[in-house]
């Protein structure tokens, strides 16, 4: 058995000391780095080719601002990790983390290693100047890429020892780094019971590379997803079986001049030879330095490398995965082994100054650009107030849909409309959505006419109000205040009476509106002032009954002073039937159940009523104005009104005034709007939808469009869709993104201009709290009924269904033929 060599790993550093703002690592020759946490700037899947170009001409800016004596060194560090599910102190929520925890998923961090190098065969001089020089450039860096948006952050001592640990050990998901000892193999190192292979990008003998290089790729194969953008290296995101993998990226910007002049020599030499391959290598460099003077590019050396670390059975399968991807690009990688430990060295941060020469190729700094990773993964938002859905790869990400694209100017309002056919999963996603707005104790009104939310609403003990003929949903919005009444109010009643009269699709003319005006307001007048002066005489009680009365004299007084044409006998007629007695007579004439205005979660399911072509519209205008009154009352809370396939009723020209101040009034007051349909006939050719729905709502919301595919051009049009934001819709539910997963929806989300797409995924217990299959309804009210607690008779029904090994669709079944829980309800109850 051959003895091993043995010696101690010396790091190549002298020590970390603070300067000025920043904090730099000295290496051993005197040079010293700076540490920047940073992301790319082309988010993964998103559609965008603009990012790469934008992030390419950044990194050659930055390579300007830093200039000659410089290495600039760009980590992306892909590590495996385990989902962590944070504690909850809710139920579903709980349900929620357990269902994601100890999924596995992959992590990606940026690092950026600004290092200035000291002349070579020369000592470290301490120069104060040079110092602040450095540091200065620095500053210019950070400034560039806080202008881009990539949030870099520079690392303080603790956290640059930490990196270099992380890095020792290839370890960047453990809380707990153990270093262990390295030895050096054929092919590979060995740290413990894991193997590390760094393959170099080039050969720096052959240099097989492809004849052209882009900022970025595009996609070849995938359906939808052909001709996508993406990373030149975008298959780093599918290596296999690795714990940790590091692409080190490395550029040296020389002295130009002096490598100008080494050029030239070299030139010379080879033009010199008759031969082939010198006649080859005169061209290379002819064009180099075309590029060189007419481009205004630098020269710079560059080396890449990928280091994998992973089980010492599986980094054969990872390292050939890399290689093969890398042959379908024109690359052509160094077969090289001999030197894994000098390779592996210089990945430690600022440690690039070990690289020998044969390690570094000549090239412009456009080319080597060309070879940065550009992408970036979906990382939570930096609020308080995150609703969570999951990234592509299915890990909870929290996003903020309300309060951050307001203080970044991405929007105007927290207003939204969520379009998706049926069976897209718009009613999971919007559960799933107002399940989360309720554990910010916000306010929610909910409209809607399919029976969508009977089971969250059960679960949050919150008021289900069902029309029906025996009891109709019934308000007294005549019955306000003296301090209520404002121009605002008066023109919202103005539109319910207009609305009674003439129907939602009618019209009043000016004559009409002026005398409605002039009634309501000597209306509230004469009971406000009658109130204070005993005297006078005016209505007794504010109600419709009232104002009917009072408006049919009054009308008449009117028209007979002013001489004006009004039918006055048609409206008298039509709004008798709102009268009591009449037809509708309880609709507009029974006080309010106070408590609406202090209940935190309201469903108003009004499905009977919605072929009602005089009630629909009547009933959706009223509960509106009942959000308006809470909305008021409850200045403190956030609130929300959600519009199912209601808001039908109210898209008319009538109504569109008082949508347009249903808006405008709900952003005053810490509010939204969400308007959701399935129908694409409803919002295309509706001016009420564009010009006041869609006009106010800055956040569009997108189920799976493939059923509009053939009509598309008329919705991007009136969602203001660009061709990017088209393909990235396009995407969802087409990713190769499901294994290991339960069942999900994706769903784009629009904020501004520019939309992500996220996945719908939850617990059992929270997909049987928002199913709408009528089966799965009826099996869990079954244990409801039963157990009267909402979250004991789920505990108990996903318990009964585990225990008897049968699938959902069985198990609901069986529980429905019984019309009782199973086994363990018996023993539980």
Not at 159 to 168: A, D, G, K
Not at 172 to 183: K, T
Not at 319 to 341: H, K, T, V
Not at 482 to 489: D, G, P, R, S, T
Request: hydrophobic share 35%.
């Amino acid at each position: 058995m051959a003895k091993q060599h043995r010696e101690t790993f010396k790091l190549p550093y002298i020590g970390i000391e603070k300067q000025g703002s920043h904090t730099l690592l000295y290496g051993e020759k005197g040079e010293f780095s700076v540490l920047l946490q940073m992301r790319n700037l082309a988010m993964q899947h998103g559609a965008d080719p603009e990012p790469y170009t934008a992030y390419h001409q950044l990194l050659l800016n930055l390579i300007k601002i830093l200039g000659e004596g410089h290495i600039i060194q760009k980590q992306d560090v892909f590590s495996r990790r385990n989902y962590e599910a944070p504690q909850a102190a809710e139920f579903l929520q709980q349900k929620y983390n357990t269902h994601f925890r100890g999924r596995p998923y992959t992590d990606l961090s940026t690092y950026l290693i600004i290092t200035k190098q000291i002349k070579k065969g020369r000592f470290y001089v301490y120069s104060p100047k040079a110092l602040l020089d450095f540091t200065q450039q620095v500053d210019k860096v950070i400034d560039l890429l806080e202008g881009a948006g990539l949030d870099p952050r520079p690392l303080d001592e603790q956290e640059i020892n930490r990196y270099v640990s992380r890095m020792l050990a290839m370890d960047f998901s453990s809380d707990n780094i153990v270093l262990d000892n390295i030895s050096a193999g054929d092919r590979n190192l060995l740290v413990g019971e894991r193997a590390l292979r760094s393959i170099s990008l080039v050969d720096t003998d052959t240099i097989d590379l492809p004849e052209d290089v882009a900022t970025h790729g595009t996609r070849q194969e995938g359906g939808n997803l052909r001709n996508f953008p993406q990373d030149n290296f975008s298959f780093l995101h599918a290596v296999p079986d690795y714990h940790c993998l590091i692409y080190n990226q490395l550029v040296e910007i020389p002295a130009q001049q002096l490598t100008l002049n080494k050029l030239q020599l070299k030139r010379k030499r080879h033009s010199g030879v008759p031969d082939p391959a010198n006649l080859i290598c005169v061209e290379d460099i002819d064009q180099l330095l075309v590029d060189v003077s007419r481009e205004n590019q630098l020269l710079v050396h560059a080396h890449f490398n990928m280091l994998i670390c992973a089980d010492s059975d599986k980094i054969a399968k990872a390292g050939n995965y890399i290689e093969a991807a890398l042959f379908q690009q024109g690359i052509i990688p160094s077969r090289n082994a001999y030197n894994q430990m000098e390779l592996f060295r210089t990945c430690l941060p600022g440690n690039g100054v070990e690289l020998k020469a044969y390690d570094w190729f000549l090239t412009t700094s456009d080319a080597a650009i060309c070879f940065s990773f550009k992408e970036y993964l979906q990382k939570d938002e930096q609020s308080d107030f995150l609703i969570r859905f999951t990234d592509r790869q299915g890990i909870p990400v929290g996003i903020d849909p309300s309060d951050l694209p307001m203080r970044t100017g991405r929007t105007n309002n927290r207003s939204r409309f969520t379009l998706g056919p049926s069976g897209s999963g718009k009613s999971f996603y919007m559960n799933a959505l107002v399940e989360q707005y309720c554990l910010y104790n916000m306010d929610v009104v909910i409209v809607d006419t399919g029976d969508s939310y009977s089971g969250l609403c059960s679960y949050y003990g919150g008021k289900y109000i069902t029309y029906t003929e025996e009891k109709p949903i019934s308000m007294n919005p005549f019955a306000i205040s003296q301090k209520e009444y404002n121009l605002e109010k008066k023109d919202f009643l103005k539109t319910l009476i207009a609305l009674l009269w003439k129907g939602p699709d009618g019209q009043l003319s000016q004559i009409e509106d002026t005398v409605l005006s002039n009634v309501l307001s000597s209306y509230y007048y004469a009971y406000f002032w009658s109130e204070e002066n005993t005297d006078s005489v005016g209505p007794k009680v504010l109600n419709f009954d009232s104002f009917y009365s009072y408006s049919v004299d009054r009308i008449s007084e009117i028209t007979a002073q002013e001489a004006i044409t009004f039918d006055l006998d048609e409206y008298r007629y039509v709004l008798r039937k709102f009268h009591t007695g009449g037809e509708f007579g309880t609709v507009l004439n029974e006080q309010a159940d106070a408590s609406l205005f202090s209940e935190p979660f309201i469903v108003f399911e009004i499905d009977n009523v919605k072929e009602n072509k005089v009630l629909f519209p009547i009933v959706t205008l009223i509960i509106m104005d009942v959000f308006l009154q809470k909305m008021r009352h409850r200045r403190d809370q956030r609130k929300a009104l959600i519009i199912e396939e209601a808001w039908k009723a109210i898209a008319s020209p009538l109504m569109a005034g008082y949508i347009l101040y249903l808006y405008k009034t709900v952003r005053k007051f810490w509010g939204e709007v969400i308007v959701v349909t399935q129908e694409l006939g409803d919002i295309l050719g509706n001016p009420v939808v564009r010009d006041s729905i869609l006009a106010n709502s800055d956040t569009i919301c997108l189920l799976d469009q493939s059923k509009f595919r053939e009509n598309y051009d008329a919705i991007a049009k009136l969602l203001s869709i660009t061709d990017t934001e088209r393909r990235k819709i396009f995407t969802i539910n087409q990713l190769d993104n499901k294994e290991g997963r339960g069942r999900f929806k994706e769903v784009y989300i629009r904020r501004g201009s520019t939309g992500e797409v996220y996945g719908v995924e939850v617990s059992l217990e929270q997909y049987l709290t928002y199913t709408t299959e009528k089966p799965e309804k009826n099996a869990v009210l079954t244990y409801a009924e039963v157990f009267k607690n909402y979250q004991q008779a789920l505990e108990v029904f996903v318990q009964d269904m585990k225990s008897s090994a049968l699938s959902l669709g069985d198990f609901v079944k069986k529980v429905n033929a019984l019309g009782a829980p199973l086994s363990s309800a018996d023993t539980n109850h």
